[in-house]
């Protein structure tokens, strides 16, 4: 274990060498934000109650500012990086190393994730005072406590998914190409895109059981204290099942796929 926390220790000092990048992103990853905000707002001024599916206007900026924060925990990068080093065959140099290639991935998007969410914390308190009064304020304890499990929890899923996704290219020539749309998929059923409340009434609930709802709806719900605590509890427990569910998944695949490479002669 220890290996792995100095890794995530040395990502994590590596990605603060890079400044220009470190601004540049920031600039380019707020603008989709901003113009989400921005439609919603003429949006919610056509309609003229104020009142949207059951959401307030800051209920709606608060939804998507708070998401663009939780979203930084998706750790897409373990999968378009395990499936590159297939395509090349880097992962012949690595399987042959000490310590467990799905662990090393995990630490190291992890460390990234800790670093793109301290930046875009420290850009939304900067701009937080000129659109403060369309953000509501309601995080309570009970919400707080349940929103950090949720977001590890939803870390972990997010890294074991898109490790599957990833392990793709021991059979695809064109993995990520999949992956990318597959990307597409998961934001819109994780709610980055609109909340799942705008779904079809019968089809919320399962939604909310999916895993994808870890990454964003969920804790935007819980931020703005909207979900009922023992709610929010059951749902956490359904996502830990989800933990295990993908973790034995990502074993079958990675056995099935190991032998599949070995074959090829990677």
Known sequence: ????????????????????????????????IFITIVFWLLVYRSNGTGVVNGYKIADMVTF??????????????????????????ELSKVIIKPYSINMFLFWKYLSNAFYEFSKQFLFMLLVIPFFARYLTWDLTVHSAILLVICLAIGTVISHLIWMLLGM??????????????????L???SGMFIPLDFFPRWSVKALEMMPFAAFSYIPAKLYMNQLPFIKGANLLLVYLIWVFVLMILNMIVWRAGIKKYSAIGG
Request: glycine share 6%; net charge positive; charged share 10%.
């Open 64 to 89: 998507f500012v708070v998401s663009s924060l939780f979203r930084t925990f998706i750790l897409i990068g373990s999968g378009f990086e395990i499936s590159g080093m297939i395509k090349n065959g």
């Open 187 to 189: 934001n819109f059923l």
């Open 168 to 185: 793709m290219a021991f059979w695809l020539e064109q993995a990520q190409a999949v992956m990318w749309s597959f990307a597409v998929i």
């Open 1 to 32: 274990m220890q290996k792995y926390l100095y890794s995530f220790k040395l990502y994590l000092l590596t990605s603060f060498q890079y400044r220009f990048d470190t601004v540049l992103g920031l600039v380019m990853s707020n603008i989709s």
